[in-house]
């Protein structure tokens, strides 16, 4: 039972590459997120998903889509990298049957040249 | 606007020097309120969640308290391995399915 597993761990980019950071949690929630956490800043929500089929927008989606592909699995896709998506990306999931407390994954950490 | 501020930012304490972490917060239609320690180069991890004011919750070292306008998480007697950033997040009300966090308090504990 992993949890919650991101891939890569690490990725440099060039400014105006694009990518996909990978999510995927085997704790059969409906729900899944995205953070991005910077120095000083906290943690702030990107994107998240109620359910398979469904996502909204948080905090800061400029810059990014996402993609739930089924209940396993949602991915954040930067299409255009800029310097200033340079962070720690965390994705998450309900640790427990509530949706109160979250369980998050052990995060990519993207640096944009 | 839902806010949620944490201090200080940096706490160093000596090993068995208590101490209180700060957590104030403004959202519209409290949910839960949350505190995760952090570990340099890992993901947050879950310490306590509180729903209502004057619920306390401990683990070990660890007391976490609320009131209607903040939380504060004490620490007594810590320890070297205490040390972590320590996160405070709120789940409001009108969007229950969103968290916000604050920036942490990174804590320090010297032997």
């Known amino acids: 039972n992993a949890g919650v597993t991101q891939t890569p761990k690490f990725q440099v980019l060039k400014t105006g590459q694009s990518m996909t950071l990978q999510c995927a949690q085997d704790m059969n929630h409906n729900s899944m997120y995205w953070y991005r956490q910077d120095p000083g800043m906290g943690l702030r929500l990107i994107y998240y998903?109620?359910?398979?089929?469904?996502?909204d927008k948080g905090e800061v989606p400029n810059g990014y889509n996402v993609s739930r592909l089924n209940k396993r699995e949602f991915s954040l896709r930067l299409e255009s990298a800029a310097p200033s998506q340079t962070s720690v990306y965390f994705c998450?999931?309900?640790?427990?049957?509530?949706?109160?407390?979250?369980?998050f994954g052990p995060g990519t950490r993207l640096t944009v040249l | 606007e839902d806010q949620v501020t944490q201090s200080p930012e940096a706490l160093r304490l000596q090993e068995g020097e208590s101490s209180s972490l700060n957590c104030s917060y403004t959202?519209?239609?409290?949910?839960?309120l949350f505190w995760y320690r952090q570990d340099p180069g890992k993901g947050p991890e879950f310490l306590f969640t509180l729903y209502s004011a004057g619920e306390e919750k401990e683990k070990e070292r660890l007391k976490a308290t609320l009131t209607k306008k903040e939380s504060f998480l004490h620490i007594t007697a810590p320890k070297p391995e205490d040390s972590a950033t320590y996160l405070c997040a709120v789940q409001a009300g009108r969007n229950f399915n969103k968290f916000y966090f604050g920036s942490g308090t990174k804590l320090n504990v010297k032997p």
């Open positions: 998450a999931t309900p640790q427990g049957p509530s949706t109160d407390t979250q369980y």
């Open positions: 959202v519209s239609g409290l949910r839960g």
């Open positions: 998903s109620a359910s398979e089929g469904t996502t």
